[in-house]
């Protein structure tokens, strides 16, 4: 009795509403029409017209033939499986496990697994979406916890599009600021960060990007001995940590290097990619930062004394200001122990560092200094190398004005021997402070060939400073360069 009663109800709301059960009979008309119109247009079961050659394949059909054929290949594709990190099969570096470091196994992996968790990834490229213009590493070293916002250091190579046509002392280095820059996190996710300064002389950037979890600040060591065992850290595009085991040496610079810098020594280095590794970490056994890996065909990298330097000077002034003396050095202590031996015999001198270029018309040209002499001493202390002489100019802007605007010069002591004159002198330079790299251009260099002196235009002098051979890239029509070896003509020794 009761399911007639409910039968009845429902007949009786169905019949109520008479519109609605029309709309849906005739919505559903709809579509059934819709779905036979769509099987008679469907390029797929159209039939293929004879021509009075052969068969005409229509090309609506073929095209839609290929989307079927594809996305039944897809259902029938078996499903990836879900890779587990823990049970991913995993290649080692090759240059660090190595039964030659086994003795460094336990506590190298310590080291490198604690530095690595400040160590990110990082790429950019010139538009949003476009093939990316460099990737690189980068070291967290400062987190915000009201602004969840994090500070990543790394290599100004991350937004350079142009090197220098000869090398880093005669300019023309090309940087944008507008570059789209993006950070790999450690979790494996991807942020978009925000350029706020790059200082071309130290070759660094600084990149704040959005972290929500507190981060682990590096721990940095001022101290690095010559032919300490040291470790290189970078990323590479996967994130996967690279290690490579090298010893920290110092050496005198190229002549188209900085000569702020330290070298990592590895016996196979020249067969590396090292291209991830650049803005990456120079580490010690104990784990402690000692340097950021520059790339370049020698490994350089740069010491973390100048590093903390560099990012004191930008929390203070929102830049890095460095006091340029128009000079390029040689340290007597680097050089062959025969060549140390012949400057302690004829000048009696068996330290400091030798001048290499004078920018003309610069303060230490104007007292004198010419190539050749000798820098014993800075503002009253003997000198060794140029990683010294680094830190001692970076001191020079640390006790100064507050402000950035007032950095327009610093007055700074040198003490010389010239090594012509037999001489020595103590003077007062007053140098500029810039935040620019800095230029010390002689003119076009002189190289001896076959007993006579060249000019090379920019062109060549690349040549020889990457392959050393220059009659490989020998222009066709000449070179407008005066005197040019382009050109075959003889210039005076210099």
């Known amino acids: 009795m009761s399911s007639d009663l409910e039968k009845s109800k429902n007949k009786r709301a169905m019949a109520a509403v008479p519109e609605e059960v029309l709309a849906k009979k005739r919505n559903l008309g709809r579509e059934e029409g819709q779905e036979e119109e769509e099987k008679k247009d469907s390029p797929a079961l159209l039939p293929m017209p004879r021509g009075s050659r052969g068969c005409f394949i229509d090309p609506r ?38 039964r030659a470091l086994l003795p460094l196994r336990e506590s190298g992996s310590k080291a490198a697994l604690s530095a690595a968790k400040s160590l990110v990834g990082i790429s950019s490229s010139l538009d949003i979406g476009s093939k990316p213009l460099k990737r690189c590493s980068g070291l967290l070293i400062d987190w915000d916890e009201e602004s969840k916002t994090c500070v990543v250091l790394t290599t100004a190579h991350l937004i350079r599009t142009k090197d220098s046509p000869v090398n880093v002392w ?17 979790d494996g996710t991807s942020e978009k960060g925000q350029l706020l300064y790059y200082q071309p ?96 065909s020698r490994g350089s990298f740069i010491p973390s004394s100048i590093l903390l330097s560099c990012v004191d000077l930008w929390k203070k002034y929102g830049r890095i200001p460095r006091p ?31 001048v290499q270029e004078v920018l003309k018309g610069s303060p230490a040209d104007k007292f004198g200094i010419e190539r050749g002499d000798i820098v014993e ?7 060794s190398n140029t990683v010294e002489l680094e830190n001692r100019l970076m001191n020079t802007c640390k006790g100064l004005s ?7 010069e610093v007055h700074v002591s040198v003490g010389v021997f010239h090594t012509l004159k037999k001489q020595r002198r ?51 029509k000449g070179c407008q360069a005066t005197r040019c070896f382009c050109a075959g003509r003889t210039v005076l020794d210099t």
């Open 61 to 98: 059909w073929l095209t839609a033939k290929i989307a079927k054929d594809k996305m039944d290949a897809a259902k029938l594709a078996p499903i990836p499986p879900v890779k587990i990190p823990t049970l991913e099969h995993f290649k080692p570096p090759p240059r660090f496990h190595t």
């Open 377 to 383: 001493c800075f503002n009253g202390e003997s000198i």
């Open 324 to 354: 340029q003396l128009g000079m390029t050095f040689e340290a007597i202590k680097l050089l062959e122990p025969a060549h140390v031996d012949k400057i302690w015999r004829m000048c009696h001198i068996d330290d400091g560092l030798v």
């Open 170 to 186: 005669f300019g023309g280095e090309e940087y944008t600021s507008n570059a789209d820059v993006t950070v790999h996190l450690l």
């Open 201 to 296: 002389h130290y070759d660094l950037a600084f990149v704040r990007v959005k972290v929500d979890q507190p981060i682990q600040l590096p721990s940095f060591s001022e101290e690095v001995t010559f032919a300490e065992e040291v470790l290189r850290l970078g990323r590479d595009n996967m994130l996967d940590l690279r290690i490579t085991y090298g010893r920290a040496a110092y050496q005198n610079p190229d002549i188209d290097e900085r000569y702020h810098y330290m070298y990592f020594d590895c016996a196979d280095d020249d067969n590396d990619d090292d291209e991830y590794d650049s803005g990456g970490l120079v580490i010690s056994l104990d784990g402690k930062i000692v340097g950021m890996f520059n790339i370049s």
């Open 402 to 408: 507050d402000n950035y605007n007032d950095l327009i």
């Open 426 to 476: 103590i003077g007062e330079l007053t140098v500029s402070v810039s935040d620019l790299g800095e230029v010390i251009a002689r003119g076009l260099p002189t190289h001896r060939i076959l007993g006579m002196n060249f000019v090379l235009c920019d062109m060549l002098q690349r040549t020889w400073i990457k392959s050393y051979c220059l009659m490989n890239s020998l222009p066709e």
